[in-house]
């Protein structure tokens, strides 16, 4: 494998990881992190998260990633690969690991 | 001689194109594929969804024999809703995808038409508690309305309000004076509902549905596999061709991992825990519209994975798919290679929905 | 007690407080406003006396504000906060409040979740609480506000609540 797809995959890894962490501990899903498929739709027919879960999510997203979320468009939270994809794009790598 | 679909003749009226599929006589296309995506996504696509397995479990043991059975949760299952889960074999493999509807004192198992005959037969040997399994599936007649106007509606039939119907919620109404069940589901990604209409009444209800919503336009099956594709919704035929499991699926949500009984349980829980070894993960196609003469998947020289669902798709603008990767490439953002008639062409993994669908951004309920 | 410059300042009277909310008697629990930034804080008070309603049964020889309605009093000081954003808005901009449209055309706040809610001292007549609310994130038509409830110095609720606003 080469190292850049290497050093994608990581990331995602890492960052799945983590969100659903936040997605089972803020929203007290009675779920373990590997039963989470990372491209389930979180809201609607898949997870079937509601608009408050929504916002308990958001905000626990930007505690643990220490980031704001801009939240007019819903697409970055559809899923955990949106969501990583999110944070992938806009998370200072220093700052958020060095928690 | 395949069996006709109550509203048949309303279909072959609009000049619609017949196959057998499974035994019954489907319309497969009316005014044309790319027609029909265009008003499902853009306007209120209707077809023909009769050939629909239904099967009726009624008796005390009837919730129980269903989440002993299903993979997901029945016996949380409210009345007057849907829960769209999985049927898997003993070792973990999917029979079937099925929706449990719960209409108080019955259960209505819904399937695709093909899979009807194994989900009785597991119902059947599962039902040590003697509830009444009934196949009710040539007695209704099944519409389907679908697009990011089908929300109007459930209103123009039945003077309900789109608000007052949940996702995967459903209720009863009269409409040209039949007993109708009236779900509010969807299988493309956009608002949809489903009629569940007593075989006699069907036609009746079909004039009524496409006289008060005159906009809706009639479409055919096949149009629904590329639908599909684009938000992703699961597809048994296409996702799942040689037994793989709903784990490497991605469709963990479809099962309740805390309940201590349904079929196959051992065999995923030991999956789980073991960890995946190739996951199904979407990909767009870095060209313009080509085909694939090879399913297999290249990291350079190494085949890595496998093509099982594809098709071009306008709004993306893209060829798109679906394939099982080894679990080590399963995720977004991977750069990865297919072989057309052309020679090599880059693929690049990316996260689902293909496309961002109208009904996604009308907020209504 | 109000700080010095907490008392001089009424930016919104109870007949305006009346206004601008959707509740009306018995059920306004803000008296009057002393501070507010329409869209992201205030700060106001509700005097509860001896002759509140709902202390009647609450109880009889012991009356004792029930935490629920510290938690609307709050939830209504929120309200304020975004009602006073909707009207400034209205006006085109700036930080004044008209008042006069009526009360079933004014977007409805409700409660969707009490996301934490501590209640750290009882509440009885006599005292003034002073309740602050703050906006904090917002996804879609759902708003989290920060909120606490003070008598004098001293805290005696603070909690989480998100609303949802809609018609």
Redesign the interface.
């Known amino acids: ?2 190292s850049g ?1 290497q050093a ?2 990581q990331q ?2 890492e960052f799945s990881e983590r969100i659903k962490n936040v997605l089972i501990d803020r929203l007290e899903l ?3 992190p ?8 979180l809201f ?5 998260l509601d ?2 879960d ?3 999510l ?2 626990g997203i ?1 505690d643990e990633f220490n980031i704001t979320v801009d ?1 007019s468009s ?2 970055i939270y ?2 955990v ?2 969501l ?2 999110f944070l ?1 794009a806009n998370v200072d790598q220093k700052e958020a690991t060095a928690q | 001689m395949s069996t006709m679909s109550p509203l048949h003749e309303r279909f072959a009226a609009q000049g619609a194109v017949f196959e057998d599929r499974n035994g019954y006589d489907i319309a497969v296309r009316t005014i044309g594929n790319k027609e029909e995506a265009d008003a499902i996504r853009n306007g209120i696509g209707v077809w023909d969804a009769s050939d629909l397995g239904k099967i009726m479990v009624r008796g005390g043991a009837a919730r129980e024999l269903l989440d002993r059975t299903l993979t997901g949760d029945i016996e949380g299952l409210y009345e007057n809703a849907i829960r769209y889960t999985l049927l898997l074999d003993e070792d973990g493999r999917i029979v079937a995808d099925v929706q449990v509807y719960n209409n108080f004192d019955e259960f209505m198992v819904t399937c695709s038409a093909g899979s009807k005959a194994r989900v009785l037969k597991a119902l059947e040997a599962n039902n040590s508690g003697g509830a009444e399994i009934t196949d009710a599936s040539d007695k209704q007649a099944v519409i389907c309305i679908e697009g990011p106007k089908a929300w109007q509606v459930p209103q123009k039939l039945a003077g309900l309000d789109v608000r007052s119907l949940r996702l995967l919620t459903f209720t009863e109404c009269e409409i040209s004076g039949a007993k109708v069940l009236l779900a509010r589901i969807g299988y493309c990604g956009e608002y949809g509902y489903t009629l569940f209409v007593p075989r006699e009444a069907a036609l009746a209800v079909l004039d009524t549905v496409l006289e008060r919503a005159p906009e809706a336009v009639p479409c055919g099956r096949d149009v629904q596999d590329l639908l599909r594709l684009e938000v992703r919704s699961f597809n048994l035929e296409k996702d799942i061709p040689n037994g793989e499991s709903p784990l490497q699926a991605g469709l963990h949500w479809m099962i309740h991992f805390r309940k201590s009984e349904f079929v196959g349980r051992e065999a995923i829980m030991r999956e789980k825990q073991l960890g995946v070894t190739q996951k199904l993960v979407a990909f767009e196609v870095l060209a313009e519209n080509s085909q694939f003469s090879s399913s297999d998947i290249r990291d350079g020289a190494d085949v890595i994975g496998r093509i099982v669902n594809f098709a071009y798709s306008e709004r993306r603008g893209r060829p798109i798919g679906l394939a099982y990767l080894a679990e080590a490439y399963g995720w977004p953002g991977v750069d990865l290679l297919i072989h057309s008639e052309n020679g090599e062409i880059p693929i690049h993994t990316v996260s689902a929905p293909f496309i961002h669908t109208e009904s996604n951004r009308i907020q209504i309920s | 007690m109000l700080t010095q410059a907490e008392s001089k300042a009424t930016v919104l009277s109870a007949v305006q407080i009346a206004e601008l909310l959707p509740h009306a008697a018995p059920f306004v629990l803000v008296d009057r406003v002393i501070e507010l930034e329409p869209g992201k804080r205030g700060k106001g008070l509700k005097n509860i006396t001896a002759n509140d309603v709902f202390l009647r049964g609450h109880f009889p020889g012991r009356p004792i504000m029930p935490g629920v309605l510290i938690v609307e009093a709050c939830g209504q000081m929120a309200a304020l906060v975004c009602a006073a954003e909707d009207a400034a808005r209205k006006n085109g901009g700036g930080d004044t409040i008209a008042p006069g449209s009526g009360k079933s055309e004014r977007p409805i706040e409700v409660l969707a979740m009490i996301e934490r809610f501590k209640f750290l001292r009882m509440v009885s007549p006599g005292d003034q609480l002073i309740l602050e609310a703050e906006v904090g994130k917002r996804v879609q038509q759902m708003v989290r506000f920060t909120v606490s409830a003070r008598v004098g110095t001293e805290r005696v609720a603070e909690g989480v609540l998100l609303a949802m606003r809609g018609e």
């Open positions: 494998m080469k797809t994608v995959v995602h890894r009675n779920l373990e590997d039963e989470i498929a990372e491209d389930a739709p609607g027919m898949g997870l079937g608009s408050i929504a916002l308990v958001i905000v930007e939240t819903h697409n559809r899923s690969n949106t990583t994809e992938i």
